[in-house]
Each structure stands twice: as structure tokens, then as C-alpha cells.
């Protein structure tokens, strides 16, 4: 993997995250969900989510040490 001078994989500024309360049901949009209750689930896990990813062809990284903004607070 080519790596860019500040360490992080190249083409790192373009890369999109999901984080599990985007997309977590049980969630309120206040508190983070991105998407309608019908198409998120319930309590998704990191591992749920790269599987899902990797089903429909998408690279991805996953970085256990990220961690969302809205989420610090609840």
C-alpha cells in the first residue's frame, strides 16, 4: 500500500466514514442516524459493517480508534 507523506494511506482526504450509530435503528437523526429507521438496523457492529462492505465490493479500513464526534457525548 503507498503511503502519502503524513503517514496515512494515499487518497486518505477522500475517503468516506461510517460510523455504527449512522446506521444504527435504535438511534434518534438528533443523536446521529443517517438513514430512515426502515433501512438501518438495530445495533450494528464494526465487524457487521465491514463484512457488508466487502459483500458489495468496497474497499475499506477499518479504524477502531475513530470515534464520532456526537457519540463522545452519549
Known sequence: MEYA?????????SWQSIY???????RSVKC????SRESAVENPTI????????QIGFKNEE???KEDKVSFFN
Open 5 to 13: 507523506h503524513a503517514g496515512k494511506p494515499a487518497g486518505y482526504a
Open 20 to 26: 455504527p450509530l449512522y446506521i444504527n435503528s435504535k
Open 32 to 35: 446521529g442516524r443517517r438513514l
Open 47 to 54: 465487524d457487521e459493517i465491514v463484512q457488508a462492505l466487502a
Open 63 to 65: 479504524n477502531m480508534l
